[in-house]
């Protein structure tokens, strides 16, 4: 299903006036799909190439359904895991902690009572490399609630960060590892972690993300790095952080996903339909947009637009990116843009751009 005119005028004008210096979006419906990708991976002042529909973005908080959220179905339709599970039942290093006393599915749904975010990076900065990410382990487990766990969402990078080590722990492979072999292998994906530690090929095809004192270099942009600051922290994989890829890789993602949901016959299905209907339809507590692992719109002003089907479901990410799905029409859209570069500051344009975008493709949509 081609791209609507009008959705391609608003994000090229965006990218022309500032978002970030290049996006990339996929719309798809009823099967079909088409990828859009505009813009420079960088702004001129820097070296830079043409955004491609295979160029990688900082995916940021797409990575917990993308990764964490992904790898975790399985485990809940195997019964190993099971969202009434406290994460101290699974994940010894949590036992008399504050997270330890939260449920899988509190955690999952933003409803566990931990504080929205945390600079652990900076907590951390002078701990020894070999012993950082034991550091910020347990501060992300031990830090005291901010509210009664079940009372309220609250959306919090620490309970995804919990949840990645969960994930660790019950399957003894590293974050990084699950996902490429269990998720990027089956559906095709060139999407995956990049390790501080590790060499990693040239960053041009890397659209950039910000300018960031703090652990920029010489006045560069983060290219090819994690931007998230907890993520860099734990060598950038993290549960809440730190995937890489492509707006065609995750398209075949959302694919997967609404193939699961609307019960879509897809080869290579690595989802359990029945919990990932669960998974989106069910509240994590009374009042709140949030499902689990998934945001619902919430109007006025969601990112979703005025115009999103009842059935919307979610997701967006720090950097400018962001996954909207309407089961009941098949579609979904992927949104990929690096609005941090060179400035996290400047908020209004992608705040504009969101809905703007959404509300041209969904009121493509025939009613139904």
Not at 110 to 133: I, M, N, Q, V, Y
Not at 135 to 145: E, I
Not at 166 to 194: K, M, Q
Not at 280 to 304: E, F, K, L, N
Request: aromatic share 6%.
């Amino acid at each position: 299903m081609a791209i609507p005119a009008q959705a391609q005028a608003i994000l090229q004008a965006a990218v022309e006036a500032g978002v970030g210096s290049g996006a990339a979006l996929a719309w798809q419906r009823d099967g079909a799909r088409d990828l859009l990708a505009i813009g420079r991976t960088t702004l001129p002042q820097w070296s830079n190439q043409s955004v491609a529909t295979d160029s990688l973005f900082d995916l940021a908080s797409l990575t917990k359904p993308m990764a964490t959220l992904t790898l975790l179905v399985p485990e809940l339709a195997a019964g190993r895991l099971a969202l009434t599970d406290r994460l101290d039942k699974h994940l010894p290093a949590s036992q008399g902690t504050e997270r330890g006393a939260a449920t899988i599915g509190q955690l999952v749904s933003h409803t566990s009572g931990a504080p929205a975010w945390l600079d652990f990076f900076a907590a951390t900065r002078e701990t020894p490399a070999p012993t950082r990410a034991t550091a910020v382990q347990r501060l992300v487990l031990t830090t005291p609630n901010s509210h009664a766990p079940g009372s309220a969402a609250v959306y919090s990078d620490l309970g995804f960060m919990a949840l990645g080590w969960l994930l660790e722990h019950v399957t003894g492979e590293p974050l990084d590892v699950l996902f490429a072999t269990r998720v990027a292998a089956p559906l095709g994906l060139r999407a995956g972690f990049r390790r501080l530690s590790q060499p990693q090929p040239a960053p041009q095809a890397v659209v950039a993300t910000e300018v960031w004192p703090a652990r920029s270099m010489a006045g560069q942009p983060l290219q090819g790095v994690v931007h998230d600051d907890n993520c860099a922290a734990l060598d950038g994989v993290a549960g809440h952080a730190g995937l890489f890829g492509s707006v065609s890789d995750a398209a075949i993602w959302a694919d997967a996903w609404l193939a699961a949901v609307t019960g879509r016959p897809r080869r290579g299905a690595i989802l359990d339909p029945a919990v990932c209907r669960a998974l989106i339809t069910t509240p994590g507590c009374p009042g709140t947009s949030w499902r689990h692992g998934w945001d619902t719109p919430s109007q006025p002003g969601s990112s979703a637009g005025a115009l999103a089907p009842p059935d919307a479901f979610g997701h967006l990410g720090f950097t400018g990116t962001s996954v909207w799905f309407s089961p009941r029409h098949a579609a979904f859209a992927v949104l990929l843009t690096n609005r941090v570069h060179p400035t996290r500051d400047v908020v209004a344009g992608i705040r504009a751009l969101r809905p703007g975008v959404h509300d041209a493709l969904w009121q493509s949509l025939p009613e139904k």
